[in-house]
């Protein structure tokens, strides 16, 4: 019989970007950015992220072991550190077959 999965294993953290106003993003800050992103990925931390089509701002998936340390990376964005993006921080819980749609299906 196999151990039901735990649901921890299935939560990840969601970064909600979003562009102040009267802010902008130039070249330079958008690799600054890119290289954080990739700076996650080489971690391990990087689920999936990118721009929104219909509005200012993206969205930054991770894995992180805590809402503090979410909190962290999110706070660590050059985005966010040179104040033209601030951002809102979720947590999320992959509903899947794998958990049985957390415990539902």
């Not at 196999?2 to 330079?28: C, H, Q, T």
């Not at 990118?50 to 660590?76: H, N, T, W």
């Amino acid at each position: 019989m196999s151990e039901a999965p735990s649901f921890e294993e299935f939560k990840r953290y969601v970064i909600l970007l979003s562009l102040n106003p009267g802010r902008r993003l130039d070249e330079e800050l958008i690799r600054e950015h890119v290289a954080h992103l990739r700076e996650l990925d080489r971690n391990g931390q990087l689920v999936i992220c990118g721009p929104f089509l219909d509005y200012k701002g993206g969205m930054v998936i991770i894995q992180a072991d805590s809402l503090e340390e979410a909190r962290g990376i999110a706070e660590c964005d050059p985005f966010v550190k040179s104040g033209a993006e601030n951002y809102e921080l979720r947590t999320w819980a992959i509903s899947c077959e794998e958990n049985q749609h957390l415990g539902m299906g």
